[in-house]
């Protein structure tokens, strides 16, 4: 199945639900059409995040997911500069997208999901 | 061409997320998708008429609800159940909202393709 996957949570915030969920899905052979930050969700792209040693990296879970199996991260521009993340920011894996690329995206998806 | 459904349930200014959905909404509907609005729980006081929302300096963006069908956005809901728990009526509210019941929220939700809660 096609999915596209819309994160809106950051990445204190139970965004990894969907991190977890993009995971699963390409293990079962699934499809993401796309992996888009929308909102709150723009706070995951930061690579300036630097969390304690003893806690979880979700910015670093999501670069990784997106480098095995070679998926680009698109993350809502207007999302972005609101909240001063600049894309000279992102972390590995993350790129400006509009939400023409969204709608284009979800035009060809069985499925969009969004946590 | 999806159908999206937004659904709001949140107090208007108490997080960034509700103007960001509008502005998303809009912007959807201009790419000629057919978007519908259904405000749920405490998302029905983002409806109420003469907010002023300058005076915590916040943008007021909800005045924009008066004005959607100018972006061909016709579908706009708000729950019953709610409105009762407030004790608010439909005199109070901006204009052009269907009131709907929660049987009728359900078959929204199952017309919709892509449904966003925020």
Redesign the interface.
Known sequence: MKFVL?V?TNHLNNSYSALKFAQTALQLEHELECIYF???GAYCANQQIDMPSDEYSLAKDWSDLAASYNLTLGVCA??ST?RGIAPNNFAPGFAPAS??QL?AS??LADR?V?L | ??KYLFILRQAPYSS??NL??I??AL??AT?M?KVSLLFIENGVLQLLRDQNANLIRHKQFTQAYAGLNLFDIKDVFVSNTALNQFGLRKEDLNSNITIINNSQIATLMQQN??????
Do not use: N, P
Request: a negative charge; one cysteine or more.
């Open positions: 819309i809106r929308l909102f709150d207007a999302s609101r939400l023409g709608v979800c035009d969009v969004c | 061409m999806k960034y997320q960001e959905a502005e998303t912007a959807l790419f998708q393709d892509i449904v966003i809660t925020i």
